[in-house]
């Protein structure tokens, strides 16, 4: 009995004492924090300053395109069952500007649609403007596809003006 008294007297005391009605520190009203435009009574508080802006960092230009080279050689190849269609294809590259442009057929596997093959990135702006001007989606890199220069190969897609 005399260990289990005082147990029981200090297990109520600890559970009342977490009690908001039987806190000592409780003055009858809870503590809020200060408003924003009241000052902190805490002196170690730091006032608010304005969030600084962030600097700004200079972002470097993108190195310009490749140059265009319309003397670049084109190679137009017809993958298609339809004649005439590698020679209406150069004849709209030239009339784009294009200076060395061959029409020929293909003899490997027909693609599923037309594309445009480049060599090296300096191709590219070049190989662009071929796509565009024929009105074909696909433009791939490939030293193997376009040894020297800009290979096209044109598929039953492709639609002759």
């Given at each position: 009995?005399?260990?289990?008294?005082?147990?029981?007297?200090?297990?109520?005391?600890?559970?009342?004492?977490?009690?908001?009605?039987?806190?000592?520190?409780?003055?009858?009203?809870?503590?809020?924090?200060?408003?924003?435009?009241?000052?902190?009574?805490?002196?170690?508080?730091?006032?608010?300053?304005?969030?600084?802006?962030?600097?700004?960092?200079?972002?470097?230009?993108?190195?310009?395109?490749?140059?265009?080279?319309?003397?670049?050689?084109?190679?137009?190849?017809?993958?298609t069952?339809?004649?005439?269609?590698?020679?209406?294809?150069?004849d709209?590259?030239?009339?784009?500007?294009?200076?060395?442009?061959?029409?020929?057929?293909?003899?490997?596997?027909?693609?599923?649609?037309?594309?445009?093959?480049?060599?090296?990135?300096?191709?590219?702006?070049?190989?662009?403007?071929?796509?565009?001007?024929?009105?074909?989606?696909?433009?791939?890199?490939?030293?193997?596809d376009?040894?020297?220069?800009?290979?096209?190969?044109?598929?039953?897609?492709?639609?002759?003006?």
């Open positions: 009995m005399l260990v289990v008294f005082p147990a029981l007297a200090y297990a109520a005391v600890t559970v009342l004492s977490d009690w908001d009605g039987l806190s000592s520190s409780d003055s009858g009203t809870e503590a809020q924090p200060p408003a924003d435009d009241e000052p902190a009574d805490d002196p170690t508080q730091a006032e608010e300053t304005p969030a600084a802006t962030p600097t700004e960092t200079a972002t470097p230009e993108p190195p310009p395109p490749p140059p265009l080279d319309q003397a670049r050689p084109v190679d137009v190849f017809n993958a069952n339809r004649s005439g269609l590698a020679g209406n294809a150069s709209r590259l030239e009339a784009a500007g294009f200076t060395d442009v061959s029409a020929l057929n293909w003899d490997g596997d027909d693609p599923a649609a037309s594309v445009v093959y480049y060599a090296t990135a300096n191709d590219i702006t070049t190989a662009q403007l071929v796509a565009q001007t024929l009105g074909i989606a696909q433009v791939v890199e490939s030293a193997t376009a040894p020297e220069g800009i290979v096209v190969v044109l598929a039953t897609d492709y639609q002759a003006t």
